[in-house]
């Protein structure tokens, strides 16, 4: 079957850097998303990889193994307002995105 | 650019009435519009995938009679939800696309009560 693999939940300061993991099994593969959520509210485009290595975008980064089926999310120079559920979502040979149950990260002062 | 909209944000019903949720992609033409239930601290579960002008096609599970979608225009599809129980109350969010194989963006979300 098919399953994403991400923490529930993590704790980090503020100002420090914290990395998000994501492993994936999915028939074929397409490609990789991160979104943000905060709460109550939609999920928010962070990032997208299809091919192996590091984007980096702001603070934000992103990582991609295929080979391994797994791929992080590196945020840093944690602010308050980056107190979020950060959800994986891998898109199948179908083209259908395939949802972690997203990690909730809570940043302390 | 990419901005979708979700009307009403908020919603509340008493059983048995329908609700109508609209989504609508406000600066681009969507192909393909997806409709999501979220239950509080859970993933995005994707109900059924919309292509203009054609039937939606609804996930396993998904009543197609209960949860109607029309995706009448390229920037307009709507959900929805007949005769509701309060076992519908949910977060409803929809996404659209240029195509059903580029990124997604997602509407606000409705908050959807039935008491």
């Known amino acids: 079957g098919q399953n994403i693999d991400q923490p529930t939940e993590m704790t980090a300061t503020e100002g420090a850097i914290v990395q998000i993991n994501c492993t994936y099994q999915?028939?074929?593969?397409?490609?990789l998303f991160w979104y943000q959520q905060h709460a109550g509210e939609a999920p928010t485009f962070l990032s997208y990889n299809v091919l192996d290595g590091l984007e980096e975008k702001g603070r934000f980064s992103s990582f991609l193994s295929r080979s391994k089926g797994y791929s992080y999310l590196l945020l840093k120079e944690l602010q308050m307002k980056d107190s979020a559920s950060y959800l994986c979502a891998a898109l199948d040979s179908n083209y259908q995105l395939i949802w972690g149950a997203g990690t909730k990260l809570i940043i302390k002062p | 650019g990419a901005v979708v909209s979700q009307h009403p944000s908020r919603v509340i019903c008493k059983s048995g009435t329908s609700v109508k949720i609209e989504c609508r992609s406000l600066?681009?033409?969507?192909?393909?519009m997806f409709w999501y239930r979220q239950f509080p601290k859970k993933s995005l579960m994707l109900m059924a995938t919309s292509n203009e002008g054609s039937k939606a096609t609804y996930e396993q599970g998904v009543e197609k009679d209960k949860f109607l979608i029309n995706h009448a225009s390229l920037t307009l599809s709507t959900l929805t939800v007949t005769s509701a129980h309060p076992e519908d109350s949910s977060f409803y969010i929809c996404s659209a696309a240029f195509t059903d194989r580029s990124e997604q963006y997602f509407g606000p979300g409705t908050r959807l009560t039935v008491t």
């Open positions: 600066d681009f033409q969507a192909t393909t």
């Open positions: 999915t028939s074929g593969f397409n490609g």
